[in-house]
């Protein structure tokens, strides 16, 4: 089963992020490096069936952009949270969300 953020009326997020307000229209997604091809720890590609996992983490990223711009369209604010991130800058991260809300 997927999971989808939803607000506590049960509502749930465009795009479907990692955690949602739709009452204030922000959406924050938390993800993981490998997965996602975080831009700050440029994490590295398995060493083999190179064609498949580039296929895969470029439809990954392409994903991920497509719905920060549809929610943005839609008047969404947006914040990525890196994985990364979120183990060495934990309080910078708790405060980039403050800021939003």
């Known amino acids: ?35 996602h091809r975080c831009p700050i720890c440029n994490p590295s590609f398995p060493k083999t069936n190179l064609d498949f996992w580039t296929e895969k983490f ?19 604010k947006v914040l990525t949270i ?5 183990k060495k800058e934990l309080e910078t991260q708790i405060e980039r969300i403050k800021q939003l809300l």
């Not at 989808?4 to 924050?28: L, Q, S, V, W």
Request: net charge positive; charged share 35%.
């Open 1 to 35: 089963m997927e999971s989808r953020a939803t607000d506590y009326t049960g509502r749930i997020a465009p795009g479907r992020p990692d955690i949602a307000f739709p009452g204030k229209k922000i959406a924050i997604f938390v993800n993981g490096c490998f997965w």
């Open 82 to 86: 890196w994985e990364c991130e979120s």
């Open 58 to 76: 470029n439809k990954n990223v392409a994903r991920d952009k497509k719905k920060r711009e549809d929610l943005e369209e839609l008047g969404w």
